[in-house]
């Protein structure tokens, strides 16, 4: 991410970066505000940062980052193209699920990103992301494969990198849902030009 002084993105950084609002502030070692293009066209949202991403303060690092960087590089795009965030922006300890009053008190600063960051296209990356996003209780398999509308943005919904290395089964489904990205984004830039 640029990190120039002026930038409305990077402001909301330093502003919001030393946030206690629930217990994972004090547990943390880095604050995982986000990576990527400040004027990205597709963002990308996780659940929250794992081991790697707490020590690291970059999301999606470690084996997950590297197959979602090849996932990325099969529709020819890379990192410097996307923004990529996660719900909540601390670790919570032994990678459990994000609580609900976690969740509760991260998600302004991701709908505050999304405002500054205006994507064209968001994807979540799991069941968990999914459906905070989506306030459902649907299974993954259930969400994926078609458009949502998330704060008046086309979303789409595949698995997480993370579920792919425990599963490489699923790397196929992912494959398709990656060109599924790629296709809705040109539909949309069609219909803007």
Not at 6 to 26: H, Q, T, V
Not at 90 to 96: A, E, V
Request: charged share 25%; aromatic share 8%.
């Amino acid at each position: 991410m640029t990190k120039p002084a002026d930038s409305p993105l990077w402001n909301f950084k330093r502003k919001i970066e030393n946030c206690k609002n629930c217990a994972l502030g004090n547990t943390r070692t880095k604050f995982v505000f986000g990576s990527g293009s400040e004027h990205a066209d597709i963002m990308f949202i996780g659940e929250a940062p794992g081991a790697e991403e707490d020590r690291t303060g970059i999301p999606f690092v470690g084996r997950a980052g590297k197959l979602l960087d090849r996932l990325l590089s099969q529709i020819q795009l890379k990192r410097d193209d996307i923004f990529i965030a996660n719900i909540l922006k601390c670790r919570p300890p032994n990678n459990r699920d994000p609580l609900p009053d976690e969740v509760a008190q991260c998600i302004p600063y991701l709908h505050r990103q999304i405002e500054l960051i205006q994507p064209k296209v968001i994807v979540a990356l799991g069941r968990i992301a999914a459906q905070n996003l989506l306030r459902s209780t649907a299974s993954l398999k259930q969400m994926r494969g078609r458009l949502w509308q998330y704060r008046g943005v086309d979303m789409i919904v595949t698995y997480h990198p993370a579920a792919i290395l425990r599963n490489a089964g699923l790397l196929t489904v992912a494959t398709e849902d990656f060109k599924f990205i790629r296709e809705t984004y040109r539909e949309i830039l069609k219909r803007q030009n």
